[in-house]
């Protein structure tokens, strides 16, 4: 109803599994806390850093290179990417016909060409010597560090986030239940 590129089932899945992870990782906190308000406190400190390293706000390219580490514990950070990879994969369908696609590419992808995977055509090669390539570095994609071909990688991650996370606050449970 908005106009989304992508499919919608591909959407809604995405953002399913991303509130399941959510939910597990509340889950995991409430069952380490004994008390209601020390929950409610680190919850914060839990998701706030999500916001500053999954790209979504600040381009990783802009978070000094000692931080960036950060990027790979949030769960955001992959829920973000597969939903970037869904929705920007293709030309959306209102692109202006004055347009050229490699306009899009270049503003997606970083550069002129994509394969049939997805893959830029050519080098990647950092811009700032004039002439030197028709790729750059400020494409949504690489400033973002979102790559097509780890797509399934994004989602196993947040599938193994979700299942170990769930198993954890299980363990801690049944370790709380046995010492009642």
């Known amino acids: 109803m908005v106009g989304f590129n992508g499919s919608f089932v591909v959407l809604a899945s995405i953002t399913t599994l991303f509130g399941l992870v959510a939910a597990s990782v509340t889950l995991l906190i409430g069952a380490m806390v004994t008390n209601v308000e020390v929950g409610i406190q680190l919850t914060p400190l839990v998701f706030v850093p999500q916001l500053l390293f999954a790209g979504f706000y600040i381009p ?3 978070i000094p290179v ?3 580490w950060a ?15 869904e929705e920007m994969k293709d030309l959306p369908e209102s692109w202006p016909s004055e347009y050229n696609t490699s306009m899009y590419t270049r503003a997606v992808y ?3 060409e994509i394969d049939s995977d997805y893959s830029c055509i050519g080098d990647r090669l950092v811009t700032g010597i004039p002439g030197t390539s028709k790729t750059t ?16 990688l994004y989602v196993g991650i947040l599938i193994g ?11 801690i449970l049944v370790h709380k239940a046995s010492n009642f």
């Open 66 to 68: 000692y931080m960036r």
């Open 110 to 112: 970083g550069c002129d």
């Open 60 to 62: 990783i390219d802009d």
């Open 161 to 171: 986030i979700f299942v170990l996370f769930r198993l954890g606050s299980l363990g």
């Open 71 to 85: 990027q790979y514990l949030c769960s955001l950070k992959y829920a973000v990417n597969l939903l970037l990879l």
């Open 137 to 152: 570095d400020f494409g949504l994609f690489p400033r973002t560090d979102v790559f097509y071909e780890h797509t399934w």
